[in-house]
Nanobody, 126 residues
Framework: QVQLVESGGGLVQAGGSLRLSCAAS????????MGWFRQVLGKEREFVAA????????STADFVRGRFTISRNIAKNTVYLQMNSLKPEDTAVYYC???????????????????WGQGTQVTVSS
């Protein structure tokens, strides 16, 4: 059974912080590129951040640069998204994803990820 499970979402005041976690059911995910995406109802799913299989290379979208940090713990089969200085416009459902296909120049391409979690709601109040 291949599964990704997100946790850590919730309601937070603007300027606050949250840390999202994504736990993988199989250790094979340790060799996958892992990413975080978010989606608002009625809008397209958008790229937030990604991390290489080794954890040595990361990428973040411009709109979260300096506020969000992606990391992973290989031993725990877990990837994290630390979100600081949250803004109301960050409100969305956040999804983690994994796959073998995404490469250096395709980390933001949604269709290349094979596995997706169910999402966790993040709501930022003003």
């Amino acid at each position: 059974q291949v599964q990704l499970v997100e946790s850590g979402g919730g309601l937070v005041q603007a300027g606050g912080s949250l840390r999202l976690s994504c736990a993988a059911s199989e250790r094979t995910f340790n060799s996958y590129t892992m990413g975080w995406f978010r989606q608002v109802l009625g809008k397209e799913r958008e790229f937030v951040a990604a991390i290489s299989w080794s954890g040595r290379t990361t990428s973040t979208a411009d709109f979260v640069r300096g506020r969000f940090t992606i990391s992973r713990n290989i031993a725990k089969n877990t990837v994290y998204l630390q979100m600081n200085s949250l803004k109301p416009e960050d409100t969305a459902v956040y999804y983690c994803a994994g796959g073998e296909k995404p490469g250096l120049e395709t980390w933001a391409t949604t269709r290349l990820y094979d596995y997706w979690g169910q999402g966790t709601q993040v709501t930022v109040s003003s």
